[in-house]
């Protein structure tokens, strides 16, 4: 294999792991019955999406937008501050998630999603009734 070659296999590798790691979360959150499982998927589609845009926003040769006489070429730094917001909204996503699989397993006393839609209505848990 030539020297080019391979650089291109390296440089598409990270979109095959992106590709894998997307169709894998999806195939998860879509196949699965158990919330816990689903929220995993979520977490591992959403790693795949952060792939996807931190894998251009690095150039080979590149350095730090700090204007230099001794650079041409930068790396664009919006990508990596652009991920640095998405991976704190996707913490805080799964952290509501996972609240709402507790207060489901109260309610529904379970987590596998076809055992709850088979209930017509959680259980009445209301100590005030008249």
Same mark, same amino acid.
């Given at each position: 294999m +030539? @020297? *080019?070659a391979s650089m291109t296999l390296? %440089?598409?590798l990270t979109y095959f792991i992106t590709i894998f790691l997307m169709v894998a979360g999806l195939f998860i959150v879509i196949a699965r019955d158990n919330l816990i499982k689903k929220l995993v998927g979520l977490g591992i589609f959403q790693t795949s999406v952060y792939l996807l845009y931190i &894998?251009? *926003?690095k150039l080979v040769g %590149? @350095? &730090?937008? /700090?204007l230099s006489e001794a650079f @041409?070429?930068? +790396?664009?730094p919006l990508p990596h501050v652009l991920i640095l917001t998405a991976i704190v909204v996707g913490v805080a996503t799964l952290a509501l998630g996972l609240a =709402?699989?507790?207060r489901i397993q109260e309610a529904y *006393?379970? /987590? !596998? !999603?076809n055992e709850i =839609?088979?209930?017509a209505a959680p259980p009445d848990t209301d100590e005030r009734t008249p």
């Open positions: +030539s @020297t *080019g390296g %440089g598409h &894998a251009p *926003g %590149g @350095t &730090a937008p /700090i @041409t070429v930068y +790396s664009n =709402l699989v507790v *006393g379970s /987590i !596998e !999603e =839609l088979g209930q």
